[in-house]
């Protein structure tokens, strides 16, 4: 289930980060440029929250 709500927040996250800029820029709204880069912050969430900064007991 964490793995869902990692690529749900991610998703709504990008959502806005890209069309805040698209609209700043003028352009079209393109999804699939959206979903690259949820799959990027939720591959960036799962490598940094299972590897790196996993914590040593």
């Known amino acids: ?3 869902f709500w990692s690529f749900f927040w991610a998703l709504l996250i ?3 980060i890209s069309f805040i800029l698209v609209s700043m820029a003028g352009n ?3 999804i699939a440029d959206t979903l690259a880069m949820a799959v990027i912050l939720t591959l960036a969430t ?3 929250g ?3 900064l996993k914590s040593e007991k």
Request: proline fraction near 0%; glycine fraction near 6%.
């Open 14 to 16: 990008s959502l806005v």
């Open 50 to 52: 299972e590897g790196i």
């Open 46 to 48: 799962y490598i940094l």
């Open 1 to 3: 289930m964490r793995y």
């Open 28 to 30: 079209a709204f393109a």
